[in-house]
């Protein structure tokens, strides 16, 4: 029994430094917290998430992830400083919401509950928002514009939060508009729906963390819901799912997130 | 009524003001006449009746707990003789215009449903066993066998459990639901309840009103953001479901909620003819409401402003609030001028008072939290915003998106005490998704939306619902839980913390009444 705890944690000493590893050559910060909400009042939308690393001891600002944490659950937190002037000692009284921004940046709400503390502003102006184009739809009346041949195979990926399938506001329904229209327009002989689960542990903040293997065909089958909405014909979908994919290339993505997703692949 | 917020900053009354105020309320009192009346000037009967044989004309007032209520057919004037809308089509005597009532906004307010029992001793169609009591298997004689049509407004809704898919294909739940307090009794009757031969859920909801139909049926974007799909099509027309239908959207086409209503309001027994029932889809889909007088701010239109049904009727539905498609921008004018050289002191306050609460909607932000389909999307919980973050579709307050949010009027521990309507516990099975913020088990008096889909997730959400000609059918929210408008703004501000001072609250009542 001894020597079976030993090898299990000999493993988990393993895995930890495999992930610190791979934190330390791409500068992700990855961590568990419970997270705080900073009511600073700038407006709609304009609170403040934080979240301290206990290993560092520093509080991070998760704002600016596109999901944001419930308060009384953990989130796990994967992003990259936002800019490293003094690392070791941020002057957080300058930052919008009293913590080191992080961003580019992914927030999985997790399952595991903690206490809900909410702070006042304490003089922080937090972000008033603002609503990036980029991520809002056309209104349905507005005629569609479908793309124009030539058409080649293409890839389109939809990523997701840690443990989740849930289409996110504002980020999935762009791509798959986008792929919709191209189905319509292209008429494509296959579209293939490949979904991902990352199912190997690894360890943060002292947790160990793997996605449930039936995640990867629940991520597949909402994608294939939409496609179907959107005009994919039973004929031409493919569905299927696989575990621990490779990262998505691109010097912007953060890689473990990037293996959480579906891709979507349309062939003639 | 006499709890409404009227008062508004009181101007004094000099004999000159106070004889054009008389003069004015007089004006008004006789347009009204003028609309509602028949063709030999006579004034016409705010009830209608069944099978009346009536003409419904193109525009008719009605006066309301504030104003004027104003209904207007866009098709012109109707023959209502043998029209499906106002004739008997089922076996308890009910036509639609039963319970939709163009006095009492297109649907039927507490006040009217009072009144009928007294005029008729509880013999109207309206007190039919079927929903119009608390259980069929009641003394139906008894005002107190329809206690809840009586003091809250509400029908019996019986659900099927376990739920069906609107082509009656079986859904399995994701909870078990017992029922924990039955004052009805018809949860655990023999014949009615749960584990009867035909199980049924019987929860009690308000009637929806029928008009502004275009705004119910069209949907502003192709994407439903709570649950990140697109929006469903319907096979026969090849346009999307708006997800607005019903407090439950247990229908998704004006032609299933007709189905729907025929079936279990009117006790029809078949269908509908084909022609028949686009005669009825016609009629509703032309039907505008809205409030278009108020009794101390005068007319809607006045001063620059487009309250009333007639900009209703002329402007795109579905469209999202935001810069240049500001919510209730029909009372904008108001803002910086509440009257004109003709406008009493008190018209102008009033106006005032409604410009502030047009301010307060868009602009006075608060911590949303712990609701379903807004805090489980991806804002996060809590969030701040404002009332038409939820209320985003420009004109009628509804939702752009299929509008299925749990505010809390339904459960606990939000609910308002409500010891006259059941109690159910539902538990949600290991495996699934629990109700994000009440668990895995919740206590509450109507499950919602989830007595139409089967998921924990959707446990107490309650389709957001059209804004206008509200003066007119009091009480609110889908169990009748507001008596009236002011208690509808107090319950948003003890849900959410808002701390709405008095001339706040004052200032939210006077805008919905005008809406």
Redesign the interface.
Known sequence: MAALRLAFTIGLIGLACATAATVAADRTLTFVACPV?R?T?A?????C?LATQESSGLRYDITRG??????GHEVLVEGRRERVTRPNEPNLQDTPCGGIPLSPLVVSVLDAQCPSF?LPAEGFPGRRFVLDPKVV?A???VPEALPPPPYRARTWSIEFTFGSD?????Y??II??EI?RYIRASHPHAVEVTGYAVTEPRIVSERVLAEKRELARSRAE?VA??LR??GATDAMLRVSFRENPTPLPGPDELAEPSRRRVDIRLSY | MASEARDVTTPVLTPLRCMAFALTVTALALARLAHSADSAGRPAPSWWAADSGRVFPQRVSYPDATGTVTVTHLGGPVDTRGHPFFTVLGRNGRACITCHQPADGMSVSVDTIQARWRATAGKDPLFASVDGSNCPSLPQGAASSHSLLLERGVFRIARPWPPRTPDGGAITPQFTIEVLRDPTGCNLDPIYGLKSARPMVSVFRRPRPVGNLKYVTSYGYLFEPKNGLPLPIDPTTGLRYSGNLLADQRARTLEEQARDALASHLQREGPLSASAMQRLIDFESKIYVAQSADRIGGSLTASGAQGGPDALAAAKPAVLKGPGHLQWAEFDSWMQAPGDAGSTEAERAFRASVARGVKLFRDRTFLISDSAGLNSMNFGNPTRDSCNFCHNMTRTGMDVAPGQVDLGTTNEPFADPAPDLPLFKLTCAPGFPPQPFLGTVVYTHDPGFALTTGKCADIGKITIQDMRGLAARAPYFSNGSARTLRGVIDYYDRRYSIGLSEQDKEDLTNLMSVL
């Open positions: 909400y009511d009042n407006g709609r939308k304009s609170g998430w596109r999901t944001k944490p419930q308060l909410m739809l209104p349905a009346d849930f289409l996110q506001y504002q999935s329904e798959l508009d919709g909402i819901v939409a909405r959107l």
